[in-house]
């Protein structure tokens, strides 16, 4: 059985507590009344509808707050991998500006050591001009020498008389080659050929001198068998077995001898001769000294001049 309560809303209530003497009335009482709903509308109901409004509105602005946050949170993260980005880029340009700056370091040195020898190539300059200077003065003194000796030039007769008829000037000096037509001689006869001309049996005394002979010996024979002669020449051991000496008593340092030679065949091949070979590193031989054999002379030229006198 429903009761209806203060405020609009009807309420059951128990047949126990639903008493004969209020049947009858309520059953008058409800004869005149219409039928009711379970509810009624009034304030509260409105006040419902309003908290529920205020609640929806409330979750809306919770929802855009949720969804602002969130973005904010997207923004955030990139951000952060945005600075580790910028963070290995800068580490990059820092390992960038390290090579530059060692670069610079290394260009710098190289400058220094290219300036250092521009300031050597400099001083040589310098030393060079100075240089340039002092042989412009030897060029005019060895012109102004030049021209004495040209002055000098047109008082010799004649350019080849200054070497005896029969002798060839060579080198500077004048030699004289005998060959069999003039007969042989022992060392010493040729000696004494040399010296009635004012010089003496060649001295081969350097290298050059021995290849000049050997070529010449070689290359003016007069008839095959000069190709196979021996010349005598200013070297002897006569003093002392073994230990050989020059004309003017010095020793022999260097020898041009044949292999196995000089050997003192029968201990008496005291004096040397020289033979035309190929190899005029081995064309020397011990002979006997009073064996007949060509020889060859040598003397300083002498320049003949208009007025008559001699320089030798």
Known sequence: MEKTQPDGFNMLICEE?????DHNS????????????????????RQAAVILVLLAGLLLILDIALWVHYSGLQETHLTLKDTEILEKDLSELHKQYKTAVENIYSAQKQLDGEMNSQKETKWELEHQMKRTEDYKVLIEKVTQDLGKLRSQVPQISDGCSHCPPGWLFINLVCYY????????????KAREFCQIYGGDLTVIDTKDKEKTIVNYLLNHGQNPSESRSAFWFGLRDSKEEGTWHWLDGTSQVEGYWKVGQPDDYHSNEDCAAVYPTENFFRAWNDLECG????WICEKAPTYKFLNGTNNQ
């Open 26 to 45: 309520f059953r008058i009482s409800n004869q005149r009344r219409q039928p009711v709903t379970l509810f009624t509308p009034g304030r509260r109901s």
């Open 177 to 188: 080659f005998s060959s069999n037509n003039a007969g042989l001689k022992s060392w010493q």
């Open 291 to 294: 064996s007949r054999q060509n």
């Open 17 to 21: 507590e639903f008493h004969v003497e």
